[in-house]
């Protein structure tokens, strides 16, 4: 049997650069754009994804992974190349982009379910379900137009994923709405990946790619450069963004800062060294303070620390999960944990650290504190490199 259920082959994707309108309608009718400028978005994909697989897709802004996506769910038609999808598929890609504004959030479920799929009899059996998840039961009957932007995403993730996809396309749709629907959207996501759906899962989050995904696809301008398991693409990935920023001082861009109403960092320090000026690799002791208070109601989060080098790039991280500890929260939702590098390994330089209060299966991020606190180390001694290896030094045996 043939457990095959996407499969891409020689798949191309170009658009036209040519600014005369009438000659870019000629192109479209006629079918032909040979001769004129062209954007290639994608440049010949192969790929096959099996049933039940989780896949990551990886890379830049404009790399192309969002026409990937595109194309798999058949909203955008391979330029070259062949397309076979077996199974329904749930595209979380815009989300409500089909609604109308003068329609009520009813009447917009109605119209959209046949196009995801569902006969009006199952949209019917499942409207209260999809009204219940997204929470707007006394809005759910007044315009669209009405609605608040988060409103309009919970009921569009709510309707997008009450049909029990055989394919699931997640292009970084997992922040919906509030902290509480997030984790609800999480949850719902995980329970399909239990379920056995095949998840195409698009995100600029390393660690959910990993945490998440067992293979993944890394995309850059349009080519597939890696295909392979999560945790070597998302190394590969990074080393290559490292290697582009070498020369840039600044850190990254997109570093962020958040909270939501399931938790907030309200503290993030490091513990001044000995000299009160700079660590000494292998000799002092790193201590990194994390406060985070949390709503009492929900399972008590976990928490993530990570040390990035002067260029961004994370050079080690912990979590209290992966080190088996429980984190002590009181009866207001407070925790305040201490984490401790004794002998800090780390040589000479500069360093940053952020801190990141995730949901109990350590996936979803409630807050971010990202390159919020900063050390730096020096060092005695000649040695190269980021960090300091145990080793040692044996002879060669005579033969």
């Known amino acids: 049997m043939d457990d095959v259920v996407i499969e891409l082959r020689n798949v191309d994707k170009s658009y036209s650069l040519e600014s005369h309108p009438w000659r870019r309608l000629w192109q479209q009718l006629s079918g032909r754009t040979a001769g004129g400028r062209q954007f290639h978005a994608l440049h010949r994909i192969d790929l096959r994804i099996r049933r039940g697989e989780v896949v990551g897709v990886i890379g830049r802004n404009g790399a192309g992974k969002s026409t990937l996506l595109q194309v798999v769910c058949g909203v955008l038609r391979p330029s070259r190349g062949e397309r076979r999808v077996q199974g329904r598929v749930a595209a979380l890609l815009e989300l409500g982009a089909g609604f109308n504004p003068e329609l009520t959030g009813r009447e917009n479920v109605r119209l959209n379910g046949p196009l995801l799929g569902l006969s009006a009899a199952e949209v019917n059996r499942r409207m209260d379900d999809?009204?219940?998840f997204a929470g707007i039961h006394e809005f759910i009957d007044q315009p669209v137009r009405s609605y608040s932007s988060g409103m309009f995403m919970r009921l569009a993730f709510s309707m997008a994923t009450s049909m029990d996809p055989d394919i699931l396309v997640v292009d970084e749709a997992l922040s919906?709405?509030?902290?509480?629907?997030?984790?609800k959207s999480f949850e719902r996501i995980m329970s399909l990946k239990e379920k056995g759906t095949t998840i195409l899962f698009c995100s600029h989050s390393m660690f959910q790619v990993e945490s998440l995904c067992t293979r993944a696809l890394w995309i850059e301008s349009g080519e597939l450069r890696f295909d392979g398991p999560a945790h070597q693409a998302t190394v590969e990935y990074s080393e290559w963004l490292a290697r582009l920023e070498q020369g840039k001082s600044d850190l990254p861009a997109q570093a962020q800062h958040f909270e939501s109403a399931s938790a907030?960092?309200?503290?993030?320090?490091?513990?001044p060294p000995p000299d009160g000026v700079a660590f000494r690799n292998r000799i002092d002791g790193l201590t990194v303070e994390v406060e985070f208070r949390s709503d009492p109601h929900i399972p008590c989060p976990t928490l993530g620390v990570v040390i990035?080098?002067?260029?961004?790039r994370a050079i080690t991280s912990a979590g209290n999960w992966l080190d088996g500890v429980v984190l002590e929260r009181d009866g207001a939702g407070l925790v305040r944990v201490a984490l401790e590098f004794p002998e800090l390994p780390l040589l000479k330089g500069h360093y940053t650290?952020?801190?990141y209060v995730l949901c109990e299966r350590s996936i979803h991020v409630y807050s971010a504190a990202e390159y919020a606190a900063s050390l730096d180390v020096v060092q005695d001694h000649v040695e190269q490199g980021v960090v300091t290896l145990p080793r040692r030094w044996l002879p060669m045996p005579r033969n």
């Not at 919906?176 to 984790?183: E, I, K, L, T």
């Open 130 to 132: 999809i009204v219940e």
């Open 176 to 183: 919906v709405g509030d902290g509480a629907f997030a984790r």
């Open 264 to 271: 907030a960092i309200t503290r993030l320090a490091v513990l």
């Open 308 to 312: 990035h080098g002067a260029d961004g």
């Open 353 to 355: 650290v952020s801190a």
